[in-house]
């Protein structure tokens, strides 16, 4: 999911594309449930998420949320 992931900050340059590893940061991702966790944040506030992978299922909701 990682190479559509960066793909994607790349088709969508007006948005921000911000990549955690939660081995390297446990503390910020102490919430995570599942990998890969998607979320989406539209004036500070998280208006979407989804878990597991896809790159079909990520193009769609990036361009939803874009």
Do not use: H
């Amino acid at each position: 999911m990682l190479p559509t992931f960066c793909n994607l900050s790349n088709d969508y340059p007006d948005s921000l594309f911000i990549y955690t590893d939660i081995d390297e940061c446990p503390d910020e991702t102490l919430d995570v449930r599942y990998t890969p966790t998607f979320r989406f944040f539209r004036g500070g506030e998280k208006v979407d998420e989804f878990y597991g992978a896809g790159p079909q299922r990520l193009r769609d909701r990036v361009w939803l949320q874009s």
